[in-house]
């Protein structure tokens, strides 16, 4: 499982924009996904037209006279998706835990007791780096910070990891963290000047995708849904599916989960090797000298990125050999998590996200 805090201390970054929408493309892509609010302006509850009774905070505060474990405040939005809500209360959480022992890490013996089988918890932070900052970063393995192209919010950065460090120092816990330039508006030539410095401080802290200005992100919010749902098709849905399959390219594929099935894999390999003669063998190519890594996806292996789907790089090119029985496949290359149709194939079918996946078909 892995749990990713989605922080900066400045207002008007992306943040709930990207815990919500990001949960949701994660969620799309077949993972089980809980978003936790610890915002006690809950602007991803309400953001998600979520009404309850009971919030986070309920589950965090020892005085409260309603005290729920994590998995009873849980309500579902839709296949894959849970979120746990927060509410205004929460904000008297920071006076309560003031002077208890363990207070940071109050967030992190909560998970470790909580009984579930996500794949991700991301963890939507309040603005300020408080004790409920403190608190997702000490949970967390790993921090999104949302950043805009501008001064402040790049000062909001130095801020963070500043506290990043500090949670190693004094409390032993190592946190890594990764920039996720938002709200980028490619009409403003002073963005791209931004990008440019943002990318030669934090050069290889960056994910390679963009998330861009897209009104349909507002229009989301308003109808209180994330936006796969309002709109699959437009600018910032395709950003944060993008953003999403990044993360996915990530995954550690000999995580402990995953051992007896890479133990099967490996079985059936031994097995089909008497079927591969009555395959096809089919090698896919893509130029892509500057990139750190390269899978091949389709319909020949569900879509799945992991080591199976790694292409191998020399010189520059990237190939991979697959044997295939008869019949047409979809597929794409991952180039660095950014997902593209094969330059080199001019057969092409547009998808249900409103991109196009390259065609292929295999005969004797």
């Given at each position: 499982?892995?749990?990713?805090?989605?922080?900066?201390?400045?207002?008007?970054?992306?943040?709930?924009?990207?815990?919500?929408?990001?949960?949701?493309?994660?969620?799309?892509?077949?993972?089980?996904?809980?978003?936790?609010?610890?915002?006690?302006?809950?602007?991803?509850?309400?953001?998600?037209?979520?009404?309850?009774?009971?919030?986070?905070?309920?589950?965090?505060?020892?005085?409260?006279?309603?005290?729920?474990?994590?998995?009873?405040?849980?309500?579902n939005l839709s296949e894959n998706?849970?979120?746990?809500?927060?509410?205004?209360?929460?904000?008297?959480?920071?006076?309560?835990?003031?002077?208890?022992?363990?207070?940071?890490?109050?967030?992190?013996?909560?998970?470790?007791?909580?009984?579930?089988?996500?794949?991700?918890?991301?963890?939507?932070?309040?603005?300020?780096?408080?004790?409920?900052?403190?608190?997702?970063?000490?949970?967390?393995?790993?921090?999104?910070?949302?950043?805009?192209?501008?001064?402040?919010?790049?000062?909001?950065?130095?801020?963070l990891t500043s506290i990043i460090?500090?949670?190693?120092?004094?409390?032993?816990?190592?946190?890594?963290?990764?920039?996720?330039?938002?709200?980028?508006?490619?009409?403003l030539q002073h963005s791209f000047?931004?990008?440019?410095?943002?990318?030669?401080?934090?050069?290889?802290?960056?994910?390679?995708?963009?998330?861009?200005?897209?009104?349909?992100?507002?229009?989301?919010?308003?109808?209180?849904?994330?936006?796969?749902?309002?709109?699959?098709?437009?600018?910032?849905?395709?950003?944060?599916?993008?953003?999403?399959?990044?993360?996915?390219?990530?995954?550690?594929?000999?995580?402990?989960?995953?051992?007896?099935?890479?133990?099967?894999?490996?079985?059936?390999?031994?097995?089909?090797?008497?079927?591969?003669?009555?395959?096809?063998?089919?090698?896919?190519?893509?130029?892509?000298?500057?990139?750190?890594?390269?899978?091949?996806?389709?319909?020949?292996?569900?879509?799945?990125?992991?080591?199976?789907?790694?292409?191998?790089?020399?010189?520059?090119?990237?190939?991979?050999?697959?044997?295939?029985?008869?019949?047409?496949?979809?597929?794409?290359?991952?180039?660095?998590?950014?997902?593209?149709?094969?330059?080199?194939?001019?057969?092409?079918?547009?998808?249900?996200?409103?991109?196009?996946?390259?065609?292929?078909?295999?005969?004797?």
């Amino acid at each position: 499982m892995r749990i990713i805090t989605v922080s900066n201390q400045k207002g008007g970054c992306g943040k709930t924009t990207t815990s919500i929408n990001l949960a949701a493309a994660l969620a799309i892509n077949g993972r089980k996904v809980l978003l936790i609010d610890l915002d006690p302006q809950a602007h991803a509850t309400s953001g998600l037209n979520i009404k309850t009774d009971l919030s986070i905070y309920n589950v965090l505060s020892k005085i409260t006279n309603k005290k729920c474990r994590l998995e009873e405040i849980v309500q579902n939005l839709s296949e894959n998706f849970d979120i746990a809500p927060s509410s205004m209360i929460l904000s008297t959480l920071e006076q309560e835990l003031s002077g208890e022992i363990g207070r940071e890490s109050r967030l992190c013996d909560t998970l470790k007791n909580f009984k579930s089988n996500y794949d991700y918890i991301l963890i939507d932070c309040p603005p300020n780096l408080g004790i409920l900052t403190i608190n997702a970063i000490r949970a967390a393995n790993e921090i999104i910070i949302p950043v805009e192209a501008s001064r402040f919010s790049l000062e909001g950065v130095s801020q963070l990891t500043s506290i990043i460090n500090l949670v190693k120092e004094r409390l032993n816990h190592s946190v890594d963290f990764q920039i996720l330039v938002a709200n980028f508006d490619s009409r403003l030539q002073h963005s791209f000047a931004m990008l440019d410095k943002i990318k030669a401080d934090y050069k290889n802290k960056m994910f390679s995708n963009i998330i861009h200005v897209n009104v349909k992100l507002k229009e989301a919010q308003n109808e209180g849904l994330n936006i796969l749902a309002y709109d699959k098709y437009c600018r910032g849905a395709k950003d944060y599916f993008s953003l999403s399959r990044e993360i996915i390219t990530q995954e550690n594929p000999l995580a402990p989960v995953q051992i007896v099935e890479k133990a099967l894999e490996n079985r059936m390999k031994e097995i089909l090797k008497e079927e591969l003669p009555k395959l096809n063998a089919v090698d896919f190519s893509v130029k892509a000298p500057d990139a750190k890594e390269v899978y091949l996806a389709g319909e020949f292996n569900n879509w799945k990125l992991d080591e199976n789907s790694r292409m191998e790089q020399a010189n520059g090119c990237w190939t991979k050999r697959l044997n295939l029985n008869n019949g047409k496949y979809r597929y794409r290359f991952v180039i660095d998590g950014n997902w593209s149709e094969d330059p080199a194939n001019p057969l092409t079918q547009l998808n249900s996200y409103g991109t196009l996946d390259s065609l292929l078909e295999v005969t004797k």
